[in-house]
């Protein structure tokens, strides 16, 4: 069974870069879409954007000009870079297996999810 | 981009109530629509796709329906682990969007 595990600094500074990792385990990262969702503290859920395992992505235009998603399949591993961060980007952050299943993609993997504070 | 609007965005209600969530879209999505549950600290979870498919392990007391811009969630007999806070999701188009959530409370 598919797992993921987001990793990554909990405190990220304005103005900086923030990276995190998503580790999949339990199957191969080949042939899905990986997302990234984001959740600020008692509200709802954004999605950041998503990246095939051949490389190509999708990006939520509220964001498109500070994200940039890659994959890394000999390591089974996705990441997330937002830059030029503020407080609003304060957040869980989720990663988590866009699969179709017939005609309809569903997020049916996610991982547990790493907070991350934007604070000088 | 396609928006999502729940209501009520808050819900108060007892063991074994029957309870419906509305979802609607901004623009005809089809049946491209999902619902998640999410308990406090947790990741959300699939509950329904397609509208009105229901995610393997989910229990039957739970029902979606609709399609284009209008979409139900329905429990019927509200059990005390149901209490959580639920969000539809549609897949019609990127970017993919959420509603802004309903939280199920107990009375």
């Known amino acids: 069974q598919v797992q993921l595990q987001e990793s990554g600094p909990g405190l990220v500074k304005p103005s900086e870069t923030l990276s995190l990792i998503c580790s999949v385990s339990?199957?191969?990262?080949?042939?899905?879409?990986w997302s990234w969702i984001r959740q600020p503290a008692g509200k709802g859920l954004e999605w950041i954007g998503r990246?095939?395992?051949?490389?190509?992505?999708n990006y939520n235009p509220s964001l498109k000009s500070r994200v940039t998603m890659s994959v890394d399949t000999s390591k089974n591993q996705f990441s997330l870079k937002l830059s030029s961060v503020t407080a609003a980007d304060t957040a869980v952050y989720y990663c988590?297996?866009?699969?179709?299943?017939?005609?309809?993609?569903?997020?049916?993997?996610w991982g547990q999810g790493t907070m991350v504070s934007v604070s000088s | 981009d396609i928006q999502m609007t729940q209501s009520p965005s808050s819900l108060s209600a007892s063991v074994r109530d029957r309870v419906t969530i509305t979802c609607r879209a901004s623009?005809?999505?089809?049946?491209?629509l999902n619902w998640y549950q999410q308990k406090p600290g947790k990741a959300p979870k699939l509950l329904i796709y397609?509208?009105?498919s229901l995610h393997s392990g989910v229990p039957s007391r739970f029902s979606g329906s609709g399609s284009g811009t209008h979409f139900t969630l329905t429990i019927s007999s509200l059990q005390p682990e149901d209490f959580a806070t639920y969000y539809c999701?549609?897949?019609?188009?990127?970017?993919?969007?959420f509603g802004q959530g309903t939280k199920l409370e107990i009375k």
């Open positions: 339990g199957g191969s990262i080949s042939n899905d879409y």
């Open positions: 988590a297996r866009e699969v179709l299943w017939l005609v309809q993609f569903v997020f049916d993997v």
């Open positions: 623009q005809s999505i089809s049946s491209h």
């Open positions: 999701q549609q897949s019609y188009s990127t970017p993919r969007s």
């Open positions: 990246i095939y395992t051949s490389g190509s992505t």
């Open positions: 397609d509208a009105s």
